[in-house]
Protein backbone atom coordinates (compact mmCIF):
# COMPACT_ATOMS: atom_id res chain seq x y z
CA UNK A 1 0.00 0.00 0.00
CA UNK A 2 1.13 3.35 -0.80
CA UNK A 3 1.24 6.62 1.00
CA UNK A 4 -1.30 7.43 -0.94
CA UNK A 5 -3.65 4.34 -0.99
CA UNK A 6 -3.41 4.66 2.89
CA UNK A 7 -6.94 5.23 4.98
CA UNK A 8 -6.85 8.60 6.43
CA UNK A 9 -6.19 8.79 10.35
CA UNK A 10 -8.65 9.36 12.71
CA UNK A 11 -8.08 12.76 14.40
CA UNK A 12 -9.71 14.84 16.91
CA UNK A 13 -11.04 16.97 14.50
CA UNK A 14 -13.06 14.26 12.61
CA UNK A 15 -14.83 13.40 15.26
CA UNK A 16 -18.26 14.78 15.34
CA UNK A 17 -20.93 15.46 17.39
CA UNK A 18 -23.33 13.30 15.86
CA UNK A 19 -20.41 10.22 15.97
CA UNK A 20 -20.17 10.79 19.78
CA UNK A 21 -23.79 10.08 20.30
CA UNK A 22 -23.65 6.80 18.37
CA UNK A 23 -21.18 6.02 20.40
CA UNK A 24 -22.60 6.63 23.20
CA UNK A 25 -26.01 4.98 22.27
CA UNK A 26 -24.03 1.52 21.82
CA UNK A 27 -22.99 1.68 25.02
CA UNK A 28 -23.82 -2.05 26.41
CA UNK A 29 -26.01 -1.66 29.78
CA UNK A 30 -24.93 -3.89 32.91
CA UNK A 31 -27.13 -6.64 33.69
CA UNK A 32 -28.51 -4.26 36.35
CA UNK A 33 -30.76 -2.27 33.56
CA UNK A 34 -34.39 -2.67 34.03
CA UNK A 35 -37.18 -1.89 31.65
CA UNK A 36 -39.11 1.42 32.97
CA UNK A 37 -41.81 -0.70 33.59
CA UNK A 38 -40.70 -2.63 35.68
CA UNK A 39 -38.30 -0.02 37.29
CA UNK A 40 -41.52 2.05 38.38
CA UNK A 41 -43.04 -0.90 40.18
CA UNK A 42 -40.28 -1.71 41.81
CA UNK A 43 -39.29 1.88 43.16
CA UNK A 44 -42.92 1.93 44.66
CA UNK A 45 -42.33 -1.34 46.24
CA UNK A 46 -38.95 -1.19 47.62
CA UNK A 47 -39.46 2.10 48.72
CA UNK A 48 -35.80 3.11 48.47
CA UNK A 49 -34.29 4.64 45.40
CA UNK A 50 -33.31 2.75 42.38
CA UNK A 51 -29.96 5.20 41.53
CA UNK A 52 -28.35 8.28 43.27
CA UNK A 53 -27.77 11.40 41.26
CA UNK A 54 -25.15 14.03 42.76
CA UNK A 55 -24.78 17.30 41.57
CA UNK A 56 -23.65 20.61 42.94
CA UNK A 57 -21.05 23.20 41.16
CA UNK A 58 -17.04 21.93 40.47
CA UNK A 59 -15.27 21.51 43.58
CA UNK A 60 -17.86 19.84 45.88
CA UNK A 61 -16.73 16.48 45.83
CA UNK A 62 -19.24 14.84 43.29
CA UNK A 63 -16.71 12.00 42.15
CA UNK A 64 -14.84 11.72 45.53
CA UNK A 65 -17.98 11.18 47.39
CA UNK A 66 -20.02 9.17 44.75
CA UNK A 67 -17.38 7.28 44.47
CA UNK A 68 -16.94 6.06 48.15
CA UNK A 69 -20.77 6.12 48.40
CA UNK A 70 -20.82 3.20 45.78
CA UNK A 71 -18.50 1.45 47.46
CA UNK A 72 -20.37 1.39 50.83
CA UNK A 73 -23.77 0.73 49.12
CA UNK A 74 -22.13 -2.28 46.69
CA UNK A 75 -23.43 0.11 43.63
CA UNK A 76 -21.91 0.96 40.38
CA UNK A 77 -20.29 4.55 40.06
CA UNK A 78 -20.66 6.99 36.61
CA UNK A 79 -19.11 10.13 36.54
CA UNK A 80 -21.31 11.36 33.37
CA UNK A 81 -18.18 13.33 32.19
CA UNK A 82 -15.86 10.09 32.62
CA UNK A 83 -18.46 8.88 30.83
CA UNK A 84 -18.49 10.93 27.78
CA UNK A 85 -14.79 11.03 27.47
CA UNK A 86 -14.61 7.63 27.63
CA UNK A 87 -17.21 7.08 24.39
CA UNK A 88 -15.83 10.32 23.11
CA UNK A 89 -12.44 9.83 23.13
CA UNK A 90 -12.13 13.37 23.95
CA UNK A 91 -11.76 15.63 26.89
CA UNK A 92 -14.27 17.47 27.92
CA UNK A 93 -11.85 20.84 27.56
CA UNK A 94 -11.43 19.71 23.78
CA UNK A 95 -15.05 18.98 23.21
CA UNK A 96 -16.15 22.72 24.84
CA UNK A 97 -13.26 23.65 22.04
CA UNK A 98 -14.01 21.85 19.33
CA UNK A 99 -17.90 21.79 19.13
CA UNK A 100 -18.70 24.49 21.52
CA UNK A 101 -20.67 24.30 24.54
CA UNK A 102 -24.15 24.04 22.92
CA UNK A 103 -22.94 20.37 21.20
CA UNK A 104 -21.54 19.29 24.46
CA UNK A 105 -24.63 20.11 26.55
CA UNK A 106 -26.98 17.95 23.92
CA UNK A 107 -23.98 15.39 24.37
CA UNK A 108 -24.31 15.69 28.20
CA UNK A 109 -28.08 15.45 27.58
CA UNK A 110 -27.99 12.08 25.63
CA UNK A 111 -25.05 10.70 28.05
CA UNK A 112 -27.69 11.51 30.95
CA UNK A 113 -30.12 9.87 29.83
CA UNK A 114 -28.58 6.74 28.45
CA UNK A 115 -26.98 6.48 32.09
CA UNK A 116 -30.29 6.86 33.83
CA UNK A 117 -31.36 3.50 32.03
CA UNK A 118 -29.46 1.78 34.81
CA UNK A 119 -30.29 0.73 38.48
CA UNK A 120 -28.12 0.76 41.43
CA UNK A 121 -25.71 3.19 40.54
CA UNK A 122 -24.15 6.39 41.51
CA UNK A 123 -24.10 9.18 39.14
CA UNK A 124 -22.01 11.85 39.36
CA UNK A 125 -22.95 15.18 37.43
CA UNK A 126 -20.92 17.98 35.61
CA UNK A 127 -21.75 21.57 37.63
CA UNK A 128 -23.43 23.08 34.53
CA UNK A 129 -25.84 20.04 33.80
CA UNK A 130 -28.90 21.49 35.56
CA UNK A 131 -28.74 24.27 33.62
CA UNK A 132 -30.78 22.81 30.74
CA UNK A 133 -34.01 22.27 31.29
CA UNK A 134 -33.67 18.61 29.26
CA UNK A 135 -31.96 17.40 32.23
CA UNK A 136 -34.00 18.79 35.01
CA UNK A 137 -37.00 16.66 33.46
CA UNK A 138 -34.81 14.21 32.75
CA UNK A 139 -34.07 13.66 36.44
CA UNK A 140 -37.81 15.11 37.76
CA UNK A 141 -39.49 12.20 35.42
CA UNK A 142 -37.48 9.15 36.32
CA UNK A 143 -39.18 7.06 39.07
CA UNK A 144 -36.86 5.92 41.64
CA UNK A 145 -34.10 8.44 41.14
CA UNK A 146 -32.74 10.28 44.42
CA UNK A 147 -31.06 13.59 43.76
CA UNK A 148 -28.59 15.24 46.19
CA UNK A 149 -26.91 18.39 46.22
CA UNK A 150 -23.81 18.91 47.83
CA UNK A 151 -23.41 22.49 48.59
CA UNK A 152 -20.67 24.99 49.60
CA UNK A 153 -19.97 28.67 49.46
CA UNK A 154 -18.31 29.87 45.96
CA UNK A 155 -14.91 30.83 47.30
CA UNK A 156 -14.74 27.19 49.14
CA UNK A 157 -15.32 25.53 45.99
CA UNK A 158 -12.91 27.81 43.94
CA UNK A 159 -10.34 27.27 46.53
CA UNK A 160 -10.82 23.58 46.42
CA UNK A 161 -10.37 23.57 42.53
CA UNK A 162 -7.14 25.29 42.75
CA UNK A 163 -6.28 22.67 44.93
CA UNK A 164 -6.61 20.38 42.24
CA UNK A 165 -4.40 19.15 39.56
CA UNK A 166 -6.71 19.72 36.94
CA UNK A 167 -7.42 23.75 37.51
CA UNK A 168 -5.91 24.28 34.22
CA UNK A 169 -8.52 22.42 32.22
CA UNK A 170 -11.23 24.09 34.39
CA UNK A 171 -11.77 27.49 32.10
CA UNK A 172 -14.34 28.93 34.04
CA UNK A 173 -11.72 29.29 36.64
CA UNK A 174 -9.81 32.07 34.52
CA UNK A 175 -13.00 34.39 34.70
CA UNK A 176 -13.95 34.87 38.70
CA UNK A 177 -16.96 36.99 37.49
CA UNK A 178 -18.06 34.36 34.71
CA UNK A 179 -17.73 31.41 38.08
CA UNK A 180 -19.89 33.86 39.91
CA UNK A 181 -22.64 34.20 37.55
CA UNK A 182 -22.81 30.38 36.71
CA UNK A 183 -22.97 29.59 40.35
CA UNK A 184 -25.87 31.85 41.02
CA UNK A 185 -27.50 30.74 37.42
CA UNK A 186 -27.36 26.86 38.61
CA UNK A 187 -27.73 27.02 42.75
CA UNK A 188 -31.47 27.20 42.58
CA UNK A 189 -31.64 24.23 40.21
CA UNK A 190 -29.25 22.42 42.77
CA UNK A 191 -31.72 23.71 45.34
CA UNK A 192 -34.73 22.76 44.16
CA UNK A 193 -34.14 19.27 42.06
CA UNK A 194 -32.48 18.04 45.43
CA UNK A 195 -35.58 19.35 48.09
CA UNK A 196 -34.89 20.80 51.40
CA UNK A 197 -33.95 17.41 52.73
CA UNK A 198 -31.25 16.39 49.55
CA UNK A 199 -28.73 19.29 50.17
CA UNK A 200 -25.44 18.30 51.99
CA UNK A 201 -23.26 21.25 53.19
CA UNK A 202 -19.73 20.15 52.78
CA UNK A 203 -17.84 23.17 53.45
CA UNK A 204 -16.47 21.96 56.98
CA UNK A 205 -16.99 17.91 56.38
CA UNK A 206 -14.59 15.87 54.48
CA UNK A 207 -15.64 13.17 52.45
CA UNK A 208 -16.35 10.29 54.84
CA UNK A 209 -18.74 12.54 56.59
CA UNK A 210 -20.29 14.02 53.68
CA UNK A 211 -20.64 10.43 52.53
CA UNK A 212 -22.38 9.52 56.01
CA UNK A 213 -24.94 12.49 55.51
CA UNK A 214 -26.07 11.23 52.18
CA UNK A 215 -26.64 7.65 53.41
CA UNK A 216 -29.00 9.31 56.03
CA UNK A 217 -30.81 10.93 53.34
CA UNK A 218 -31.43 7.93 51.45
CA UNK A 219 -32.20 5.88 54.92
CA UNK A 220 -35.26 8.51 54.75
CA UNK A 221 -36.47 8.57 50.84
CA UNK A 222 -39.92 7.70 50.22
CA UNK A 223 -40.62 7.45 46.45
CA UNK A 224 -42.98 9.82 45.17
Not at 72 to 78: H, I, N, Q, S, T
Request: hydrophobic fraction near 40%; aromatic fraction near 6%.
Amino acid sequence: MTATDAPPSITVETITVESILRSIKSEPMPDSTISPAEEDTLAHLAGGPRRIVLTGFMGAGKTTVGRKLAAALGWDFVDLDTFIEQRSGLTVPQIFAQQGETAFRQIESFALAVALRRSRVVLALGGGALELLTNRLLLEQKPGTLTVYLHAPLDVLTARCFAQQDAVARPVLADPDEAGRRFTLRLPHYQRLAGDRGIVDTTAKDSTEVVAEVKKIIEGYKAP
